[in-house]
């Protein structure tokens, strides 16, 4: 690439599956080119999923006005306004191609596929490996065939506040009882019947779930998935006292960022392979996901933790919509018992205590860069040994801007992290190396650290709490559905902290108390 592009077009994908899937190709780009103007071209029912996003500087909707042949050059006019210096087209259509270059982009990078080679400046040949690994590396090995840097990165779905706050709220009210697991169903696919897994044993799972872990659950879809979760829902509900206030069906109830809050608020989903399944996995919710005729390889859910169902029979996977054998067989020798173990397998039980690290268990020295300034507070370790002792995890989380700042060495923090832990028995830590005009998502207050903690050390982010002297520490908790303990000399005016704490040790005392009258009830 001859200079740096001040206007970028990214042309995203048109399933909501595969359009998370290119998150992680859209942050590489923010990344490789951070002072450009990104605009992300897509269609409407798959753009509330870059919503909220720092990488995206603009949304331009491909609607209605733009279909058929007629509706090209309408569109070309709008973008060649925009003078973009280059374009990036995730999605592999002949048109993508067409309409960057009617619109007068200079340079147009994208796979030579479908027709469209002598439209593209840059065309990508397809290699075949890049065919076998996960969608989210077939989009990014694309940049990088095309010399762009890019980052190793997962796709993550922001969510604001009120999003998850209204989640909460819909949830609590419908499941008054707190404590027990809320697993998420989704029982639909837009691909056609032979990714669908019959209703009849999401019926036999979701009555499990309720009977032998006192579960919530709650029912996904889309409006044309309506009649397949219905038809389980109505099946759970008529009769069966035992299922009230425990089946809540959501099915065409939602928009796309409604449904995600809601995910979010899961503690495991259950899927066929869909667009919410990847939406699931955006969001860190553990999943399980049933498989039959789609590659699982290519398209299972991103990232460690998860489960894949699938029988390896010699016909699958055949990628038809409708099985040519006329009987679904690798999805109906899949049993409600062998899915039900995976979500028992899944779902989290040990309690943890997330941990700032600089003004909490270690005096805060000012993006501290040297073991001679790093000093452990008073009491800190006797108050972590008690945590340790009553059964919680320690999980240290730590945003280190002074490395992206270039006045902290990162090799230096990795040290002093490790050095804690073995020091102060802490499981874990995690810290975000990024300079905060990035928005990443490992910076709190987003969860994203706490989440992946989630799937490594099986916690439940509903029973655990985040202690830290700033009121970052107390948004992540809230975040994460955890008890927040802001570290303070006095309660200030406005915090959203469960509790104000003097210290650490005082933080541990009220912990230990709240842990004694939830357990005696």
């Not at 993006?367 to 059964?391: Q, T, W």
């Amino acid at each position: 690439m001859s200079r740096q592009p001040q206007k970028i077009l990214i042309r995203g994908v048109n399933w909501i599956g595969d359009a998370v899937l290119t998150l992680p190709a859209i942050r590489s780009v923010r990344k490789a080119f951070p002072h450009a103007r990104i605009s992300l071209l897509v269609k409407p029912w798959v753009s509330d999923i870059f919503k909220e996003s720092p990488d995206i500087d603009e949304i331009i909707l491909y609607d209605d006005r733009f279909h058929g042949f007629a509706g090209k050059p309408g569109l070309a006019k709008i973008l060649r306004r925009s003078k973009f210096d280059i374009a990036v087209l995730l999605q592999n259509a002949f048109d993508a191609a067409l309409i960057s270059r009617l619109a007068g982009v200079p340079e147009i990078i994208g796979y030579k596929r479908d027709w469209r080679g002598f439209l593209l400046t840059k065309a990508i040949p397809v290699a075949k490996d890049s065919l076998k690994q996960h969608q989210v590396h077939y989009y990014l090995y694309l940049l990088r065939s095309a010399g762009i840097k890019t980052a190793e990165t997962r796709p993550y779905i922001y969510l604001t506040d009120d999003e998850r706050g209204h989640a909460r709220d819909l949830l609590s009210s419908y499941f008054p009882d707190a404590g027990f697991p809320l697993i998420g169903i989704n029982p639909g696919a837009a691909f056609g019947p032979a990714k669908r897994w019959p209703p009849e044993r999401f019926t036999e799972l979701i009555s499990k779930i309720i009977h032998e872990l006192n579960g919530r659950i709650v029912i996904f879809g889309s409006r044309t998935e309506v009649e397949i979760a219905g038809e389980i829902y109505r099946k759970l509900e008529t009769g069966n006292s035992k299922f009230k206030n425990r089946l809540l069906m959501m099915a065409g109830k939602t928009g796309l960022r409604e449904a995600a809050a809601l995910i979010a608020e899961c503690d495991a989903f259950v899927t066929n392979d869909s667009g919410l399944m990847h939406m699931a996995s955006a969001l860190l919710v553990p999943v399980v996901a049933i498989f039959g005729s789609t590659d699982r390889t290519a398209t299972r859910p991103f990232g460690e933790g998860h489960k894949v169902i699938a029988k390896d029979l010699p016909c699958a996977p055949c990628m038809k919509r409708e099985c040519p054998e006329g009987h679904t067989a690798c999805m109906t020798e899949i049993t409600a018992a062998e899915v039900f173990s995976a979500v028992r397998e899944i779902l989290a039980c040990n309690k943890a205590i997330f941990l700032d690290k600089d003004g909490t268990i270690i005096e805060d020295k000012n993006y501290l860069n040297s073991f001679d300034d790093l000093v452990i507070l008073p009491g800190a370790k006797e108050s972590l040994r008690k945590l340790k002792d009553a059964g919680f995890k320690l999980i240290g989380i730590t945003n280190q801007s002074g490395i992206g700042r270039g006045i902290v060495d990162e090799e230096f923090v990795r040290e002093s992290n490790a050095y804690l832990q073995k020091e102060l028995g802490i499981d874990d830590f995690y810290y975000c190396p990024h300079h905060p005009d990035e928005r990443c998502p490992c910076r709190k207050p987003e969860p994203l650290p706490a989440l992946m903690a989630r799937f490594r050390h099986g916690i439940n982010l509903k029973a655990s709490y985040v202690i830290g002297d700033k009121e970052s520490d107390v948004m992540l908790a809230a975040k994460i559905g955890a008890a927040g303990i802001l570290l303070a000399a006095q309660s200030p005016e406005n915090t959203a902290a469960s509790h104000v704490a003097m210290d650490l040790s005082a933080a541990v005392e009220w912990i230990m108390e709240r842990e004694k009258d939830i357990s005696t009830g």
